[in-house]
């Protein structure tokens, strides 16, 4: 158990709907970070969250929004999904808030979502 | 723009053998380098991680070596087990650029018996 944790572990949806993936960072982690990989891809950065605050935004589509919340759990909401939204979604926590550091990130065991 | 590659999409080595997994990066600020290794239906978990004013880190049957002028990073297993087969991915990040990790695609590592 890194101490990530992500829900839910699995979602099958139909295009054209919206859904909320969930993350709690490590006990004490300020930073939340998202991450897609899609099928023979790398993990893509989506978007980070340091203490309730956006940092960092990368590919994420419009589509897609995300919030830190006062506990510091985070939220990444998915909306108008296509068929291309299939992937997993991971979650990942660090106490930097710049993120570059040895120890890099921790991260959850990833939702899996599948467009149908 | 793929700043950090992993040109090898799979590998395969005996047991006992060394594995040695490429990765290259474009960015000549990044700071950090991670590996991370990933099994099926689990998380990426760090595995060993160098900074740019090293060229060399090792930890146990793990080493990463980095060479800045060639741009160029690898990661060496000595002696291979089974239980390291997994996807690796190569992770590098800049601080004056927010710091957060770039990832290559990853390299399927299979270790045979």
């Known amino acids: 158990d890194s101490g990530v944790t992500q829900t839910p572990k699995h979602l099958i949806t139909a295009t054209g709907q919206r859904v909320t993936l969930r993350c709690s960072p490590r006990s004490g982690d300020l930073s939340v970070y998202w991450y897609q990989q899609s099928l023979d891809q790398g993990l893509q950065f989506l978007i980070q969250?340091?203490?309730?605050?956006?940092?960092a935004k990368g590919n994420i589509l419009e589509r897609f929004s995300a919030q830190q919340f006062p506990d510091l759990h985070s939220e990444l909401n998915l909306s108008s999904l296509e068929l291309g939204d299939s992937a997993l979604y991971f979650c990942?926590?660090?106490?930097?808030?710049?993120?570059?550091?040895?120890?890099?990130?921790?991260f959850g065991s990833g939702t899996r979502l599948t467009v149908v | 723009d793929q700043q950090v590659k992993q040109n090898s999409p799979s590998l395969s080595v005996q047991e006992g053998r060394i594995s040695i997994l490429n990765c290259d990066y474009t960015n000549s600020m990044f700071d950090y380098f991670l590996w991370y290794k990933k099994y099926p239906a689990e998380g990426p978990t760090f595995l060993i991680s160098?900074?740019?004013?090293?060229d060399k880190n090792e930890d146990g049957r793990f080493t990463v070596f980095l060479n800045k002028s060639a741009k160029h990073l690898s990661l060496h297993i000595v002696p291979s087990q089974p239980g390291d087969s997994a996807v690796y991915f190569c992770a590098a990040s800049a601080r004056n650029q927010g710091g957060k990790l770039i990832f290559g695609q990853g390299t399927e590592l299979s270790v045979k018996p």
């Open positions: 160098i900074s740019s004013i090293k």
């Open positions: 969250y340091y203490n309730g605050e956006e940092r």
């Open positions: 990942a926590s660090s106490v930097d808030p710049g993120g570059a550091s040895m120890e890099g990130y921790t």
